[in-house]
């Protein structure tokens, strides 16, 4: 085998970085981190239906008032306050999630999900931040697992092309 020098010196020229052989821990290593983001973003989904669990009958109510309180930082949050009738029986229920700004507008009209047995005990529309964050790390994990299978299809293209190493 002939051995290539560098230019500039008299050591072997080393390979490209595009010859450069994976080793098969790294495809499981994106798979596995992959997976994990899939479920911790799947689980984080699921968290609000587990923290209001038994709110399944869905009343119409008011944002009554938005509440401020002071949180443990020092910040001014706000919660709202709804008003809504269930059962023949008015019901004013501040809610217990907080945020800055206002979740919801004075005045404004949502439909809450209320716990039949506790009518008081209330689940409101505020897990747009749940999905939110469930999307972003589903995504993740779904283009970390992807290009693990393409990289590996690629490479495994490559080697039974003849190819002694496994290119990128």
Request: charged letters at 25%.
């Amino acid at each position: 085998m002939e051995r290539r020098y560098d230019e500039y010196s008299d050591y072997p020229k080393k390979d490209s970085f595009t010859k450069q052989k994976i080793p098969m821990f790294v495809y499981l290593l994106l798979i596995m981190i992959g997976v994990f983001f899939g479920i911790v973003g799947i689980f984080i989904g699921a968290l609000p239906d587990m923290m209001y669990k038994g709110c399944t009958d869905e009343v119409q109510a008011i944002v009554s008032q938005n509440i401020p309180k002071e949180s443990e930082d020092g910040n001014t949050m706000f919660s709202p306050e709804f008003t809504y009738e269930y059962g023949g029986k008015e019901y004013r229920t501040v809610s217990s999630m907080s945020s800055y700004p206002p979740l919801f507008e004075k005045g404004e009209e949502v439909t809450l999900k209320v716990n039949p047995d506790n009518p008081e005990m209330i689940h409101p529309p505020t897990d747009r931040f749940f999905n939110i964050i469930k999307r972003v790390l589903v995504t993740i994990g779904v283009i970390l697992c992807t290009a693990a299978v393409i990289l590996f299809i690629y490479s495994v293209m490559a080697t039974a092309e003849g190819d002694s190493e496994t290119p990128i």
